[in-house]
């Protein structure tokens, strides 16, 4: 291995005798320093421009000149001004100590020389040395901090006086000009044309300023610095003096941008952060407002990125977050839409977090150019990802708001970028979507639903109506379902179509489910304890709360709170229960059948009507979607299908409700076939408490009139 010696790691040995030469460079060696040497004075100025060593060894008696001698010469030159010298002098020759202390020597050496003695002195000196030099540095970097310079100038113009700071601020030669004219020549050409013109402005009118500029020191290094200047007036208010202060500020800059740059950077894939982008984006927008331009907005997001970040681990989906932010800077360099920031190194695509990307394209005609980008990105994208062993393929759904139509500022375009992502997500992924209003609009009620309703559930401000189902054959009714209500004071009376399905998706299904269970219950107990003869009280409950273990603790409760016998209480699920975890859900069967709370199907024949689900869950009744119901008078195929359900669930031992019977045909259509019980407006809309009172306690709902 080939090791470079440093300078202050060599040693010259100048004049020493064979034995003591020896013995000088076995302990210098030793301590891993390298010994070079020299017979005569020649020789060491030669060694001294060649090698530059760290420390030099004279031996007061050379040829032809004394070692004293030689060390003034070697003090007076630039190289070695500052170079320990030892000089070895003869034991009680103090004269020759005395001039060598004179010469500038660093140390006396007398003789007899021990080489380990040497060795130690050496590398002392080497050491301070060094200590010395870094001192140096750091007090010259200090300097250049604290380097404020003062000045002060006639307003009348005249000469400036500066303050002996200016040399080292300028790091110049002190014997150079000493004057703000020195300064100003070093700055740009503009810069210092807008300094000047801060002075013009402060002699006349007496504004004080401040300002920034840069300036070329004498080492051609570039430094940045701050100035800041106050008029002093006469007693008449007339401008006299201008003074102030010029300070190094190039520290204090570089710091700053290293704080930019870590502030600004998305630290896994080193493309530009949200931060970076907003920031940016708003930018934009402000110059494209100005020159009446388009600005288009992409906003990425990896299709499946979930399932390899789970399936893989997390370093699989860092290294496929970095490979796919390499894949979009290669092709996005080749569109002719979008702009590269050189300076900050930030390019136009950003990682807002996670596996979101998006991509300002700051000047752009029209949608087509917009729609060009994404997909040449989703070309770019489709190719597979090799990833450490794994090949990954993954898709990108991409939506796409423009400026200004789609949204006047930073956050409307991201929001609406975003809707429609998720509208190219729904569109089965893979795949760019515009943004359009109507979109917007639909998210704008679903977000302002998706709020009220958290109000809605603070308050309980839900109702419950109730639908009676009806046993044909006694015109009894043998049972309601609960059917929930809801009218918010802003946006109106809300269906559970649609306020139900938002619920499901942000949670909230489960206190307001079991707000429908507590209430429902309670209403059915109390029109037990009214005298009312036993009715089934049907609940709705979504797949999300079944599948949850609050459920059955909250039915335990109810029904011991409530005194509400469990085999009145029928839960309604759809098909969608049986997608969700198989086990939770028949842990949940079993135990609903355990404490005797029936299981209604509902919308029996909508989904995948699968009849294998009913033999290994058991349901207690099927509930005929209407829409067989409606067209079992319409269409023999759906009478022959209903015939077959309500055939097979006889064979299953299930018993049958048919809902959303309208009219009188579908009634007899339903009873010919065997259908005992039905639910719909031929009986009854969904009614209030107060109405089923009424109808409880003697009417009959309509249609049951006219069967019996
Ligand atoms: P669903 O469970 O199928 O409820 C029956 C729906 O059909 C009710 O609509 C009811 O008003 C309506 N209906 C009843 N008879 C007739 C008829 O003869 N013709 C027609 N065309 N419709 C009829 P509603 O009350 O608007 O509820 C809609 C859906 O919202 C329900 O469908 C159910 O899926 C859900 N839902 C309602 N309340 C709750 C609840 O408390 N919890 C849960 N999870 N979902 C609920
Ligand atoms: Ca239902
Ligand atoms: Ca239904």
Redesign the pocket.
């Given at each position: 291995m080939r090791q470079v010696t440093k300078p202050e790691n060599r040693v010259l040995l100048a004049g020493l005798r064979p034995m003591e030469a020896d013995s000088a460079s076995a302990a210098l060696n030793a301590e891993g320093v390298r010994v070079d040497f020299a017979r005569n004075a020649q020789e060491v100025l030669e060694a001294v421009a060649e090698r530059r060593p760290g420390g030099i060894v004279l031996d007061d008696r050379l040829p032809g000149i004394s070692g004293s001698a030689l060390c003034q010469v070697l003090r007076r030159r630039p190289e070695t001004r500052q170079t320990p010298i030892l000089l070895l002098v003869a034991a009680g020759n103090e004269a020759a100590i005395r001039r060598a202390v004179d010469a500038g020597a660093s140390d006396l050496l007398r003789r007899p020389l021990h080489g380990r003695l040497l060795a130690r002195r050496i590398g002392t000196w080497v050491r301070l040395r060094q200590r010395e030099s870094e001192l140096a540095r750091s007090r010259d970097l200090m300097r250049r901090l604290a380097a404020v310079a003062s000045w002060e100038v006639d307003a009348a113009g005249g000469e400036f006086e500066v303050s002996d700071g200016l040399h080292d601020l300028l790091g110049a030669d002190p014997a150079g000009p000493n004057t703000i004219q020195a300064l100003l020549a070093r700055c740009p050409a503009d810069e210092s044309a807008r300094l000047r013109d801060h002075f013009q402005a402060a002699a006349e009118t007496g504004e004080s300023w401040s300002d920034e500029c840069r300036i070329e020191l004498e080492s051609g290094e570039l430094r940045y610095v701050s100035w800041e200047a106050e008029v002093l007036m006469d007693d008449h208010g007339l401008p006299t003096k201008i003074s102030g202060s010029v300070q190094d500020v190039t520290e204090r800059m570089q710091a700053a941008e290293q704080m930019r740059h870590l502030a600004y950077r998305d630290g896994l894939t080193g493309l530009a952060n949200r931060n970076a982008f907003m920031e940016r984006l708003s930018e934009t927008l402000a110059v494209a407002q100005r020159h009446d331009r388009n600005v288009g907005l992409l906003f990425l997001d990896l299709d499946n990125f979930k399932r390899v970040n789970d399936t893989l681990g997390h370093s699989i989906g860092d290294e496929l977050l970095c490979a796919v932010a390499v894949r979009l800077e290669m092709c996005l360099r080749q569109s002719d839409f979008v702009t590269w920031q050189t300076g900050t190194g930030l390019g136009p695509i950003s990682r807002l977090g996670g596996d979101e990307f998006t991509v300002v394209l700051a000047e752009i005609d029209g949608p087509s150019d917009a729609a060009s980008v994404a997909k040449r990105i989703l070309e770019a994208v489709q190719e597979p990802f090799s990833v450490g062993r794994h090949v990954l393929a993954v898709g990108v759904s991409i939506g796409i708001t423009l400026f200004p139509g789609d949204g006047g500022d930073v956050e409307s375009l991201l929001r609406n970028a975003d809707v429609a992502m998720y509208e190219a997500k729904e569109r089965g992924r893979n795949n760019y979507q515009f943004f359009s209003q109507s979109i917007g609009d639909a998210e704008v009620r679903r977000i302002a639903i998706e709020e009220r309703l958290r109000t809605a559930i603070d308050n309980e401000s839900f109702d419950?109506?109730y639908?009676p189902q009806v046993d044909i054959r006694s015109g009894r009714i043998h049972g309601v379902?609960?059917?929930?209500?809801w009218t918010d004071p802003d946006l109106g009376a809300i269906?559970?179509?649609e306020f139900?399905p938002i619920a499901?998706s942000c949670g909230l299904?489960v206190p307001?489910?079991e707000w429908?269970l507590r209430e429902a219950s309670a209403q059915a107990a109390s029109w037990l304890a009214q005298g009312h003869p036993p009715m089934h009280m049907a609940?709705?409950?979504?797949p999300s709360?079944f599948e949850n273990e609050i459920l059955l603790e909250s039915m335990g409760q109810v029904l011991f709170d409530t005194g509400l016998p469990p085999n009145q209480l029928v839960v309604?699920i759809?098909e969608n229960v049986f997608s969700a975890d198989c086990d939770a859900v028949q842990r949940t069967l079993r135990e609903l059948k355990r404490i005797g709370v029936q299981v209604a199907l509902?919308?029996f024949g909508t989904g995948y009507s699968s009849l294998s689900y009913l033999k290994r869950f058991p349901v207690d009744i099927l509930?005929i979607?209407?829409t067989f119901v409606r067209d079992v008078v319409l269409d023999s195929e759906s009478a022959a299908i209903t015939e077959g359900i309500v055939s097979m669930a006889r064979a299953l031992r299930l018993r049958i409700v048919a809902?959303?019977?309208?009219t009188e045909k579908q009634r007899a259509f339903l009873e010919g076939i065997g259908c005992e019980s039905m639910?719909?407006?031929?009986f009854s809309?969904?009614i209030s408490v107060l109405e089923m009172d009424d109808l409880l306690a003697g009417g009959t709902p309509q249609g049951l009139a006219r069967t019996s």
């Open positions: 419950l109506f639908q379902e609960a059917l929930i209500r269906s559970p179509n139900i499901e299904i307001i489910g429908v609940i709705n409950i979504s709360h309604e759809t509902d919308d509930k979607d209407r809902e959303g019977v309208e639910q719909g407006y031929l809309p969904p």
